[in-house]
């Protein structure tokens, strides 16, 4: 299987302030097709992972444009513009270029 | 949006069977994919169904103990998981084409 590493572990930020979160594979998840198929997904406390990013950097409907994805090959970083309140939880990566799907080990976001 | 059955708690080598009902939406046009989190730990893929042939593609880990399957009469997947064990305590979540996200269905495994 691939193997989805992600760092930092845990990541407190100020509100207002950037945020960045690095995903790396253990091996190229550039499809055949020629797309990659990378994806972050957010986990408010108490609820349903959400998708907020979709082949490296397509933004699903309703996420906000402070949520921003980028990388290739084999690393990928997910950007938060300016930490909002909302926004605390935790962030995975996932890939879906290669079977068995796989997903990081998460990155817990927590205001200062 | 898609609606899971409820809490379930079970006995360690029984089966368990969650569903997942859909509704707003083609239900056979996108893979139904399912995933679980065991408490306090990150999300793990388990596998998807087509719902439109039926096909599907389990992680190889749970290759011998889960079966999913669909009525597309109801617009409903299944995901069943024999065998159960302790560390088979997680919540299960459902998730159309891993857009469109169930509110997980909690199973415990306790003797």
């Known amino acids: 299987d691939v193997v989805m590493t992600q760092s930092p572990l845990s990541l407190p930020v100020t509100l207002g302030q950037p945020a960045s979160i690095s995903c790396r594979s253990s091996?190229?998840?550039?499809?055949?097709?020629?797309?990659?198929?990378l994806n972050w997904f957010q986990q408010r406390p108490g609820q349903s992972p959400r998708r907020l990013i979709y082949?490296?950097?397509n933004r699903d409907s309703g996420v906000p444009d402070r949520f921003s994805g980028s990388g290739s090959g084999t690393d990928f970083t997910l950007k938060i513009s300016r930490v909002e309140a909302e926004d605390v939880g935790v962030y995975y990566c996932m890939q879906s270029t290669h079977w068995s799907l796989t997903f990081g080990g998460g990155t817990k976001v927590e205001i200062k | 949006r898609v609606v899971q059955s409820g809490a379930e708690v079970k006995k360690p080598g029984a089966s368990v069977k969650v569903s997942c009902k859909a509704s707003g939406y083609n239900f056979t046009g996108y893979y139904m994919h399912w995933v679980r989190q065991a408490p306090g730990q990150g999300l793990e893929w388990m596998g998807w169904i087509n719902p439109n042939s039926g096909d599907t593609n389990y992680a190889q880990q749970f290759q011998d103990r889960v079966t999913m399957t669909r009525d597309t009469s109801i617009s409903t997947a299944y995901m069943e998981l024999s065998r159960l064990r302790s560390d088979d305590t997680a919540v299960y979540y459902c998730?159309?084409?891993?857009?469109?996200w169930g509110q997980g269905t909690t199973v415990t495994v306790s003797s």
């Open positions: 082949k490296v950097s």
């Open positions: 998730a159309s084409s891993m857009d469109v």
């Open positions: 091996q190229s998840l550039v499809h055949s097709d020629g797309n990659t198929y």
